[in-house]
């Protein structure tokens, strides 16, 4: 098992869940983040600096640290901290601003985020989708047109209204070691995450879907635990995968893992102000790919930092039943 190569596309916590998981077993991974945030610090990172966000990035490096599990959460509460207060470095995280210290350091941010990776003794590699400067594009069913992340992952428009097409503006290219890690992959696992804002904005990034409809690899796309106004607004999994066959082609998946975990009451009436609801499974009949239902709701408590504007998930993905489900492909 430890032998098979695996690599995950997504970023953020999702993400995070799933390399926490796989670690324990492996140091053959390779995490494929997107890299079109524009929201919080990554609009400081992108206006002011000149770099590519790097939020997710920290994620990804974070959950593959060689760490103790009491230094993990000492580093992880560091790397996550977020400055409350400040001019200029208010809404930040540690994190963030360490990885842009080490850019301009070696004057590189490719060799900022291997130097991070070296310091921190990952087990895998962390790679950005593209190196390319983007922002994400969303024309929606009635006709409007939304530019950037953060306007769509926290929409002031009607967030009930679906989304018929998402793209980068410019067009991005593929990386070159991303596209060697996909070609070389024994297991590709998609998600989870904001589904339009960090899975889809990885898949089109021109060259990703190619690299893995081509792929031999075993494919596995893990669904959301809640839907997301704004982005999957009344959607069951078919709807997922609908949408996801508009950019990769569904018959080439393996699995498709959903959870059958019931959401608590509590936390329900926490994500009714989002207008969110837990994802129906509603994948019976013939599909092309097996449908697994599996216990993936993670029991830890998620709280809020000080000093963050953003909208988080209340609810994370289980790291050892994705694991589990993985290592047995």
């Known amino acids: 098992m430890k032998n098979k190569s695996y690599i995950v596309i997504g970023g953020g916590t999702g993400t995070f869940s ?10 053959n991974i390779a995490a494929v983040v997107s890299m079109a945030d524009s929201g919080g610090s990554a609009k400081k990172e992108r206006d002011e600096w000149g770099l590519l966000p790097s939020s997710d990035i920290r994620k990804s ?3 593959l640290a060689d760490v103790s599990a009491q230094d993990s959460l000492i580093l992880r509460k560091l790397f996550e901290y977020r400055f409350a207060k400040g001019i200029g470095v208010s809404g930040m ?40 400067k983007v922002d994400l594009v969303a024309e929606y ?19 009930r209204i679906k989304i018929e097409k998402l793209y980068l503006k410019p067009q991005a290219k593929i990386s070159p070691h991303t596209k060697n890690a996909i070609a070389e992959a024994d297991v590709i696992i998609i998600g989870p995450g904001g589904f339009y804002t960090t ?39 078919s709807d997922f995968i609908r949408e996801m066959n508009k950019y990769i082609i569904v018959n080439g ?12 009451e509590k936390i329900l009436k926490r994500y009714s102000q989002f207008r969110a609801t837990p994802v129906v499974n509603d994948l019976t009949g013939d599909w092309p790919f097996r449908v697994v239902g599996l216990d993936l709701l993670s029991k830890t408590i998620v709280r809020k930092q000080p000093g963050d504007t953003l909208r988080r998930s209340l609810v994370r993905h289980d790291p050892e039943a994705i694991a589990r489900f993985c290592l047995k492909i």
């Open 18 to 27: 799933v390399l926490t998981g796989l670690k324990k077993y492996t140091d």
């Open 93 to 132: 995280t540690f994190g963030n601003l360490f990885l842009v210290a080490l850019s301009d350091i070696v004057k590189s941010q490719t060799k900022g985020i291997e130097m991070a990776s070296e310091l921190l003794r990952i087990r895998g590699k962390v790679l950005p989708v593209s190196l390319d």
């Open 199 to 237: 899975v889809i904005a990885n898949l089109v990034v021109d060259g990703v879907a190619q690299a893995i409809n081509n792929s031999k690899a075993k494919k596995v796309f893990i669904m959301n635990l809640m839907t997301e106004y704004g982005q999957t607004f009344g959607f069951s999994a």
């Open 253 to 264: 998946l393996d699995y498709v893992l959903v959870n059958k975990s019931p959401i608590p």
């Open 61 to 63: 490096l974070l959950a």
């Open 141 to 159: 069913a009635d006709g409007s047109v939304v530019i950037g992340e953060h306007d769509i992952d926290e929409p002031v428009h009607n967030g």
